[in-house]
């Protein structure tokens, strides 16, 4: 599938509600008629929007990555140190995956294959792009190391996202999606900085988000 750009108002609306069902629930078991029930509409009212299960799913899918690359783009065009630009991504990403129940990754990637490709194209794509820049910016400023090509690195980086939320992976009752982000985004910036962008990084709590 496509991505959808969603404009309707109202479809908005619905469909920001159903997200919010998905994170909390997962998607596996939240049949149509349960969305219905849970959202107090008419299953009418879904299908004027949606055929299926899998549509509502892509759907949602795309609204939120479409969300969160506008929040993106909002913190990058402050142009900010480019650790601080980390850091303030991290507040953004640590208060979304809060919400997540790890179920969602399980879900779509074993149930919902269009919507696991579009979002893992969204990780090589707009993901991989913001972390390069991130990291150009940040060797011309004598933040990053010059030693090591962005290409690459921001490539591991950005590929390897989805492992945060693998619940198989890394159990819920052992460890959070939080937990795992940080030390992930610690490993990548740990190896990259200058001695410059290592006191920049210390003075960042990124632990406490």
């Known amino acids: 599938m496509n991505e959808v750009e969603l404009t ?13 069902v998905y994170v909390r629930e997962g998607m596996k078991k939240v049949t149509m008629d349960d969305m219905a029930k849970k959202l107090n509409v008419s299953k009418k009212t879904l299908y004027k929007y949606v055929r299926n299960r899998k549509e509502l799913v892509f759907k949602a899918t795309c609204l939120h990555v479409q969300k969160e690359r506008l929040q993106v783009i909002e913190i990058q065009e ?16 640590v208060e979304t995956i809060s919400k997540v129940n790890p179920i969602v990754h399980y879900d779509l990637e074993n149930y919902f294959p269009e919507a696991w490709d579009y979002l893992n194209q969204y990780f090589n794509g707009f993901v991989f792009e913001s972390i390069y820049k991130n990291i150009v910016r940040g060797q011309a400023e004598g933040i990053y ?12 980086f950005a590929s390897r996202i989805d492992l945060i939320f693998d619940g198989e992976l890394f159990p ?3 460890v959070s999606f939080k937990e795992v982000y940080i030390e992930y985004l610690l490993y990548h910036l740990n190896s990259i900085v200058t001695n410059k962008g290592k006191s920049t990084l210390n003075e960042l709590d990124f632990k406490d988000l």
């Open 8 to 20: 309707d108002l109202k479809e908005i609306a619905l469909i920001e509600r159903v997200n919010e």
């Open 78 to 93: 402050k142009n900010l140190d480019p650790i601080v630009e980390q850091y303030e991504l991290s507040k953004f990403v």
């Open 145 to 156: 190391r010059k030693n090591f090509k962005p290409d690459i690195v921001g490539m591991f």
């Open 172 to 174: 819920a009752e052992r």
